[in-house]
Structure formats: structure tokens, C-alpha cells
Nanobody
Framework: EVQLVESGGGLVQAGGSLRLSCAAS????????IGWFRQAPGKEREGVLC????????YSLPSVEGRFTISSDNAKNTVYLHMNNLKPEDTGVYYC??????????????????WGQGTQVTVSS
């Protein structure tokens, strides 16, 4: 059984930083894409960043470029979302999602098979 567990969310002031972790179990951690998605109150879920294990290809939501990065530690079966210069509009529940296979689905959430339970990120102004 595949499980994805997010951690690292919390309350931070605007301009601050957080690092979210997505720990995977039951997942083949050398042939995957892991993506981070977020959902703000009253809004649809949107893709933030994803990374493909084969070639390191990443896709990013334009509004987070230059502020958020994604990295992976295959030895720990963990993908990280590094968030800097956070803004109040970054507030939401952040989910990690995964799919096995060599090709990245980008930020199309319909193509991801496995989802975590989410972690809350709140950015105060």
C-alpha cells in the first residue's frame, strides 16, 4: 500500500520560510513524479511544483517561481517543498501527490494516483 505523509506546515509571517516534507512508503522511489498541490479556502486546488525522478524535470506554478523550490532525497524516500518569501496568498492546505512511471504528468492533478492527507500552511500579513 502506498502512503504519502506530509509534514512541516504551520503558521508563519509574510516573508518567512517553511519546508514541507512528503514521506513516501510502498512507493518505488526511483521511477516517479511527486507533485505538491494546494487548496486555499473557497478556491480550487492548484498545482504548485512537481519533480520527476528520471530526469529531474520540474514544473512550477508561475506565482511561486523564484520563491519555492522542490528537491528529493531518494535515500529517505522524501520530497521537500522549500517555500521562501511566503505571502498571505500562499495560505492553504498543501498536499503531496505521486505517480509511478518515467514521464512527468506535470501539474495535472487528474494524472496523480496517490495523495497525502494535507498539511496546513497559514501566512499572516
Amino acid at each position: 500500500e502506498v502512503q504519502l505523509v506530509e509534514s512541516g506546515g504551520g503558521l508563519v509571517q509574510a516573508g518567512g520560510s517553511l519546508r514541507l516534507s512528503c514521506a513516501a512508503s510502498g512507493f518505488i522511489f526511483d521511477d516517479y513524479t511527486i507533485g505538491w498541490f494546494r487548496q486555499a479556502p473557497g478556491k480550487e486546488r492548484e498545482g504548485v511544483l512537481c519533480i520527476n525522478s528520471i530526469d529531474g524535470t520540474t514544473y512550477s506554478l508561475p506565482s511561486v517561481e523564484g520563491r519555492f523550490t522542490i528537491s528529493s532525497d531518494n535515500a529517505k524516500n522524501t520530497v521537500y517543498l522549500h517555500m521562501n518569501n511566503l505571502k498571505p496568498e500562499d495560505t492553504g492546505v498543501y498536499y503531496c501527490a505521486g505517480v509511478q512511471g518515467p514521464e512527468s504528468p506535470g501539474l495535472d492533478e487528474l494524472l496523480y494516483h496517490y495523495w497525502g492527507q494535507g498539511t496546513q500552511v497559514t501566512v499572516s500579513s
